[in-house]
């Protein structure tokens, strides 16, 4: 069973960056998609975005196309760049996998403890 864990979360000035990691206990298999959420206090979770593991392909939440991009680096991380952070992206992120091209929490799976971000304006 494959273990995600998320880091590079911090404190940052609104209109900073920030790259954020997803890094696999083991390999991430081509039929994984892993996907990115956010968690701000007494809110539901929030999809990010997703990436296909086998050709890279990626899709964003409308709210934050333009400004977040995720890659792939090796055979076992995701980063999830943050471009001119706002303080409306102060949440908890959290990386998981699934196999269905779905935006909904519900079908994802092996989901790590979650890395904070707090934007100050």
């Known amino acids: 069973q494959v273990q995600l864990e998320e880091s590079g979360g911090g404190l940052v000035q609104a209109g900073g960056s920030l790259r954020l990691s997803c890094t696999a206990s083991g390999r991430i298999y081509s039929s994984h998609i892993i996907g990115w959420f956010r968690q701000a206090p007494g809110k539901e979770r929030e999809f990010v975005g997703r990436l296909r593991w086998s050709t890279g392909v990626t899709y964003y939440a409308d709210s934050v196309k333009g400004r977040f991009a995720m890659s792939k680096d090796g055979a076992k991380t995701v980063h999830l760049q943050i471009n001119n952070l706002k303080p409306e992206d102060t949440a908890t992120y959290y990386c998981?996998?699934?196999?269905?091209?779905?935006?909904?929490?519900?079908?994802?799976?092996?989901w790590g403890q979650g890395t904070q971000v707090t934007v100050s304006s």
């Open positions: 998981a996998r699934t196999t269905d091209w779905t935006s909904s929490p519900a079908s994802y799976v092996s």
